[in-house]
């Protein structure tokens, strides 16, 4: 095969991984109970969508009525992380071949991560967890 096909086939990439993220981090919870015992959670990208939620209840001091951190929790930040792992995708396929190889295992790894509910209330003790941070904030 061509390198021209190869990085034909390859500019898809970085937006199917950001959109995998998305579903993974912050779409999956509409699809399953939040408060279900046998709803599971993608630890890494919830975790890394739940950022939001924490890092904007520590600048706009925690109020379970604040909308603001709604705001910045549910809209801003999942689409800011969301641009964010594209061009950080971008970045990783233009790279040389052993960052792509380390980039897509990484990438792999966090997608085959999942827990249960009760393991993601213990880990949201400590972590943002974007699931329970939703679900907390309404």
Known sequence: MSKRAIGGSLRWLPLFMATSAAVLGVGMHPYSDPFSASAVHNLPWEFFYGLGFYIAGFVFHPDAFNRTIGIIGYLLW????TVLVFFLARIAIRSSRPWRIVAAGVFAASVMLWINHERANDIARRWPIFTIYAA???
């Open 78 to 81: 999942p689409l800011l992380a």
């Open 136 to 138: 907390a904030n309404f």
